[in-house]
């Protein structure tokens, strides 16, 4: 039998929640004895070769794009993780949640104080994603079965939820590996 097979994706997101993940440092040497990585940003795989056993996934969903992604990642996810508040509540992109679409669009093209728009026009290339009209935490989108909060969780926190799922335990992390900020 294979390792088990563990992929992540970034939607909405700063890949700081990624830069987390690297964070466990030497002890990805372990990890990558007891995982095979499926597609993610720390590989620069960009398809999913097949269903995989655990899904990372930093960032929530603020355009068509990225539900696209979110739905087929979770097609291929046996279990799905939100990572990070992005993933969980939006986070820092989902500050424009309280504002109208088209205000946000005027702010960003037209009326900013740095904006430089001779054209006066909104982008509108069919190539650009269209915008939600606001930004959508994953599980919202799609079912996901566990949610690791922090702005990023720590490495610690990331290592430990693997090492659970990996060896069958039920993800009770300890107090001090859940943080909210
Ligand atoms: Fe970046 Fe924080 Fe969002 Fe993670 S939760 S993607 S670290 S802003």
Not at 38 to 44: E, G, K
Not at 90 to 96: D, H, K, N, Q, Y
Not at 141 to 157: F, I, M, N, Q, R
């Amino acid at each position: 039998m294979g390792k088990p097979r563990v992929a992540t994706t970034s939607l909405c997101g700063c890949f700081g929640c990624h830069m987390s993940l690297l964070d466990i440092d030497e002890r990805i040497l372990s990890l990558v004895e007891l995982v095979d990585f499926d597609r993610s940003p720390i590989n620069d795989i960009k398809e999913l070769s097949g269903p995989v056993d655990i899904g990372l996934v930093e960032g929530g969903c603020a355009n068509e794009e990225t539900v696209k992604v979110l739905q087929e990642f979770r097609e291929h996810c046996r279990v799905l993780i939100s990572v990070g508040d992005c993933a969980i509540n939006g986070g820092i992109p989902a500050m424009r949640n309280m504002v109208p679409l088209r205000e946000c669009f005027r702010e960003a093209f037209l009326d900013g104080p740095t904006v430089v728009n001779p054209a006066g026009k909104i982008p509108d290339d069919e190539e650009i994603p269209l915008l939600l009209d606001r930004v959508y935490p994953c599980h919202e989108v799609v079912k996901v079965e566990y949610h690791l909060p922090g702005c990023p969780p720590s490495a610690d926190t990331l290592w430990e939820a693997l090492n659970a799922l990996l060896e069958g335990r039920s993800l009770e992390l300890p107090y001090e590996l859940i943080k909210y900020d």
